[in-house]
């Protein structure tokens, strides 16, 4: 099942277009895509005969577009913690995305002035049942889906003192969330862990990695996070980003206005991002 926000209205997406979820239920479930997360065991054993209609990709939003709780993951692949000289723990490192850096599919970021903003494609989990002290085992029945993500970075800001770092905020420039293009089930997947990601700047291969790859799959963030906190339904986890970001590179290489970054992963789909001047 592909569920996306369409123009701020909860859609079921087929082959053929889009059906609006609140009118085909009549009523049943709400349009608010937020809103539908907390009846979403209640909507995946529904279906619809109703006539899907034409949409434009453009007009797709961020499939959550208001969660109570945004985790994200750093060093959380092999290659990236060699390209940035970290060792990895035994427990990820855990921040935060402020929420009015989310937008969806062909958003239009502006580049902060004077910055060095870098790219991060992940893939992002998205929950559908309230989790809390669930172990590893169990955690992919806690999803509700899987969209395309970029933890969007301005390198200045987020390694600025004092320490720690300011994360958060170098991450949480407008636009600096964008997901899409839609949230797909784990069961549309023949391997939910093992998917192949990668992102082209301009058609140039920046990234390119499979998420088994990750240190810490998405069973055991979900397990780790969830016993600390309870993760909500519509709750999002960007899990962190493979090796080729553009920081390490040499010499670096950051973003610019004008340029195009397609974000990509296997049985899901790609994210685009245009970025301009502030």
Known sequence: MR???????AVLLTDDGAIDIEKA??????????ALFERWNEL?????????????EAELEAPTPAPRQ???????????????????????????????????????VALPQGGLTDWEVELVVVIGRRAHRVAA?????????LTVGQDLSERITQLSPPQPHQFSLGKSFPGFGPMGPWLVTPDELADPDDLEISCHLDGE?????????????????????????PLL?????????PGGIGGTRTPARFLAPGEHLHSTIEGIGTLRTTFTGA
């Open 137 to 145: 085992a169990e955690a992919w029945h806690h999803v509700a889906g």
């Open 3 to 9: 569920v996306a926000n369409l123009a701020g209205r």
């Open 205 to 229: 291969r920046m990234q390119h990695a499979r998420t088994s790859q990750m240190i810490f799959p998405v069973p055991e963030l979900i397990e780790k996070l969830s016993a600390v906190t």
């Open 25 to 34: 239920s009549g009523g049943r479930f709400p349009a608010d895509p937020q």
């Open 44 to 56: 995946r054993s529904w279906s619809t005969d109703a006539e899907p209609v034409p949409y434009a």
């Open 70 to 108: 945004v985790f994200a993951i750093g060093v959380n692949y092999r290659d990236h913690a060699e390209e940035s000289q970290i060792e990895p723990g035994a427990r990820p490192p855990v921040f935060t995305k402020f929420l009015s850096c989310l937008t969806g599919q062909d958003a239009v």
């Open 233 to 241: 339904p519509g709750d999002v986890i960007f899990t962190g980003t």
